[in-house]
């Protein structure tokens, strides 16, 4: 029996042994994988900067690949000499700052409403809303919308013209509709209307939602560009995307250019470009470990149910 009861003991342990290294293994392989995902998300990051910061000659020629080029900080020189250059970047923050707080204030009050299961046509209201994630009248008879109301070149159609995105909304209702009824069954019996159970129960009870969903509309705003360059004719008002744009479209990236290119050459279009779009991605790299702590909690509302 000893002799048996051994044998079991050693057999365990031996399959107990192959099942930790089995685990390392796999979480090897997991950090690995993580590891590789990681360095493809940031390479053409990386790449831009080390490109802007490079001769322009040998990144014409691809010889830039992972390390700067005889390092110049020239092309940042010439970008933040672009004309509207600030004007642009002021409006990409005031932009995203005054979108944000008016997709906020529109998306938490909708997504506060449709909550609620005593409200009349509820069920229609959330079905026409819903709706208009599959379906719209597309982008000729937006923009003849807009221009129907006299709301081409004005900051008001930027701000107000996309006030709501469905998909943050619903994000929105749905952690709304987490919140335990007995808080505000508490508030109402104490006499809170719905505009303080709004601001002071369920506003406090949402910061993850309400980061995820303003991170996700601050990105939105911060690269937007396809509606503000066709409803702004000012190069005044518009943002700093549309001028990267602009500045992309009108590039004379031909034989003729290559060809004045040489290895003396401090700049080029290519690299200012380059050091423009390290320029503009510094807010959003600045402003998301801000709201990183919020984001995985924010991502998972609604996974569970009950």
Do not use: H
């Not at 031996?14 to 290294?21: D, F, L, Q, V, Y």
């Not at 705003?221 to 549309?242: A, C, E, H, I």
């Not at 500045?247 to 003396?264: F, G, K, Q, Y």
Request: glycine share 6%.
């Amino acid at each position: 029996m000893k002799v048996f009861s051994n044998k079991i003991k050693g057999s365990v342990g031996s399959s107990a042994r192959i099942e930790g290294t089995g685990e390392k293994i796999f979480d090897i392989v997991l950090n690995l994988i993580g590891l590789l995902l990681i360095a493809v998300c940031l390479y053409p990051i990386y790449y831009v900067f080390i490109a802007s910061i490079s001769r322009p000659l040998y990144v014409e020629n691809g010889q830039v690949m992972f390390k700067a080029v005889l390092p110049t900080w020239q092309s940042y020189r010439e970008a933040f000499q672009t004309p509207y250059l600030w004007s642009s970047y002021g409006n990409s923050i005031f932009y995203t700052l005054f979108g944000v707080l008016v997709n906020m204030v529109f998306s938490s009050t909708m997504a506060y409403a449709l909550s609620k299961q005593r409200l009349l046509g509820r069920k229609a209201f959330t079905l026409f809303t819903v709706f208009t994630m599959w379906f719209s009248a597309g982008v000729i008879p937006l923009y003849m919308t807009f221009r129907d109301y006299g709301l081409i070149n004005t900051r008001t159609a930027i701000l107000f013209g996309f006030a709501i995105s469905t998909y943050n909304m619903i994000i929105l209702k749905s952690f709304f509709e987490q919140v335990p009824g007995s808080l505000e069954e508490a508030a109402f019996i104490d006499g809170a209307n719905d505009f303080r159970i709004f601001a002071q129960i369920y506003l406090p009870l949402s910061k993850p939602a309400l980061a995820t969903v303003g991170l996700f509309y601050a990105v939105n705003r911060w690269n937007g560009y396809f509606w503000p360059m066709n409803l702004l004719t000012d190069d005044s008002k518009v943002p700093l995307q549309v001028l990267m744009k602009k500045l992309l479209v009108d590039r004379t990236a031909n034989e003729m250019e290559s060809a004045i290119i040489t290895s003396a050459s401090l700049t080029s279009q290519t690299t200012v470009i380059y050091a423009l779009i390290i320029i503009a991605i510094i807010p959003m790299v600045i402003a998301y470990p801000f709201v990183q702590k919020y984001f995985k909690s924010g991502l998972t509302i609604g996974a569970n149910k009950g």
